[in-house]
């Protein structure tokens, strides 16, 4: 019984995300580009830092990007998880028209 329920706990644990399932919340904002940060692999959105997943989709007018592509002052809609208190990851972003108005945080 033991050997079945570490099974599926490791069945879950690997099988989880491809189903949707994460241990870690996803949330979906809006924001501004202010800086972004090739060193650390992150952006800097709306005065908070975001690491963005190495296999995060990036969606720059429309087509595939990169977030290196991505410049100052650019709006964007993002999914990005909580890890911890301090540490956010993008695991989506998608760049707005200019004149998109932002929701406030």
């Known amino acids: 019984m033991r050997a079945l329920v570490a099974s599926l706990v490791v069945l879950v644990?690997?099988?989880?995300?491809?189903?949707g399932w994460s241990q870690y919340p996803e949330t979906e904002?809006?924001?501004?580009?202010?800086?972004?940060?090739?060193?650390?692999?992150?952006?800097?959105?709306?005065?908070?830092r975001y690491r963005v997943a190495l296999d995060a989709h990036v969606e720059i007018d429309g087509t595939?990007?990169?977030?290196?592509?991505?410049?100052?002052?650019?709006k964007?809609?993002?999914?990005?998880?909580?890890?911890?208190?301090?540490?956010?990851?993008?695991v989506e972003l998608q760049t707005l028209p200019s004149?998109?108005?932002l929701e406030e945080a």
């Open 64 to 74: 595939y990007g990169a977030y290196s592509m991505l410049r100052r002052g650019t």
């Open 13 to 19: 644990g690997l099988m989880g995300p491809a189903f």
């Open 99 to 101: 004149s998109a108005v």
């Open 29 to 48: 904002r809006t924001g501004m580009v202010q800086a972004v940060e090739l060193d650390s692999s992150s952006l800097i959105i709306s005065g908070y």
């Open 76 to 90: 964007v809609r993002f999914i990005y998880k909580v890890i911890s208190g301090v540490e956010r990851e993008i």
